[in-house]
């Protein structure tokens, strides 16, 4: 399985990035997906995961500004930042397993992962 982020960026304070993570190497499976972050200085932290099954969930502290997307046709799974903050500043991971069946935010629980693409937001 390969992930590989693309889309961050530097934005001002209410601005809008798209991060997307193309998929590979999956077949017809279908893998718990979802998106992580970590700012410097703390540690890594769920945003939003998807299940296989279409199940979503988001962290509280991106709740109706970030949407999760999945495009099945192209293996690409995107999200949507909108209104962002300077406290969305990290470098932004995308994440896929196959071990868990409900929707997960605990890094542990995930496999496979991105390299990761910056997002910068300046007040």
């Known amino acids: 399985v390969q992930l590989v982020e693309s889309g961050g960026g530097s934005v001002q304070a209410g601005g809008s990035l798209r991060l997307s993570c193309a998929v590979s190497?999956?077949?017809?499976?279908?893998?718990?997906m979802a998106w992580f972050r970590q700012a410097p200085g703390k540690k890594r932290e769920g945003v939003v995961s998807?299940?296989?099954?279409?199940?979503?969930s988001y962290a509280d502290s991106v709740k109706g500004r970030f949407t999760i997307s999945l495009d099945i046709a192209e293996s690409t799974l995107f999200l949507q930042m909108n209104s962002l903050k300077p406290e969305d500043t990290a470098i932004y991971y995308c994440a896929a397993t196959f071990r868990i069946t409900e929707s997960s935010l605990v890094e542990t629980d995930f496999d496979y992962w991105g390299q990761g693409t910056q997002v910068t937001v300046s007040s």
């Open positions: 998807r299940l296989g099954d279409g199940i979503i």
């Open positions: 190497g999956v077949g017809y499976a279908r893998p718990h």
